[in-house]
């Protein structure tokens, strides 16, 4: 079946260091979401992605849908404290939401 | 709006007993789906109903059932309770198609003993 892996599955950064996250998926997807879920709560929407090559910003987090449609990125500029939590992506494909296995990111000040 | 509700929020249970857990999605959306997460496994996709059927099922045994009621409130019971699973469940609701964003509720912390 559809899977869609995450490497790292856990990053510890100094505050300001950069972090990226990747997302690869075993098939074709028609597009992808990403969620963050901080320490003790749960996952939060926070991106999707369609196109093939689309690139979206959100302050100092970008996202990468691959032109194959196949992978995904989640780049942090500069990390701050209140970035950590697990970083999720979420795969459509063959009418699933399929999500990835997770990065844990720590962030030490 | 209000946001997913998910009860109870806490349950300690003994092996052999069985459990039932309620989700209450966001008002308008017709899909809910259930997850299974535990340290270190990410989350694990148990099952997900729309309009009271069931549309798809991942790979858990069958102590794992679950319900959708017409007014999308749904159910999920665990039967003959293992350590094992020991986890937080969460639901997440939406829309009813498979690209929408999913909102998910605060979980229930399922402690078996």
């Known amino acids: 079946g559809q899977q869609v892996m995450q490497i790292p599955q856990y990053q510890h950064v100094q505050e300001g260091e950069d972090f990226t996250t990747y997302c690869n998926s075993s098939t074709t997807l028609s597009n992808i979401q990403w969620y963050k879920q901080r320490p003790g709560g749960h996952p939060v929407f926070l991106i999707q992605l369609v196109k093939s090559g689309e690139v979206k910003k959100q302050k100092r987090l970008t996202f990468q849908f691959g032109e194959a449609k196949k992978n995904s990125s989640l780049h942090i500029t500069a990390t701050q404290t209140t970035d950590v939590g697990t970083y999720f992506c979420?795969?459509?494909?063959?009418?699933?939401?399929?999500f990835g296995t997770g990065t844990r990111l720590l962030v030490s000040p | 709006k209000a946001g997913v509700t998910q009860t109870p929020r806490y349950l300690i249970k003994t092996r052999g007993q069985q459990v039932t857990l309620s989700c209450s999605p966001i008002s308008g959306h017709r899909s809910v789906s259930w997850y299974q997460q535990t340290p270190g496994q990410g989350l694990q996709f148990l099952f997900e109903?729309?309009?009271?059927?069931?549309?798809n099922k991942g790979n858990f045994p069958g102590r794992f059932s679950g319900r959708q009621f017409s007014n999308s409130r749904s159910e999920m019971n665990v039967s003959t309770l293992e350590l094992g699973d020991s986890a937080l469940y969460l639901c997440?609701?939406?829309?009813?198609?498979?690209?929408?964003?999913?909102?998910f509720g605060p979980g229930t912390r399922l402690t078996v003993l």
């Open positions: 997440a609701s939406s829309f009813g198609r498979v690209t929408d964003t999913q909102y």
């Open positions: 979420a795969g459509t494909g063959f009418q699933k939401l399929v």
């Open positions: 109903y729309f309009s009271e059927t069931q549309r």
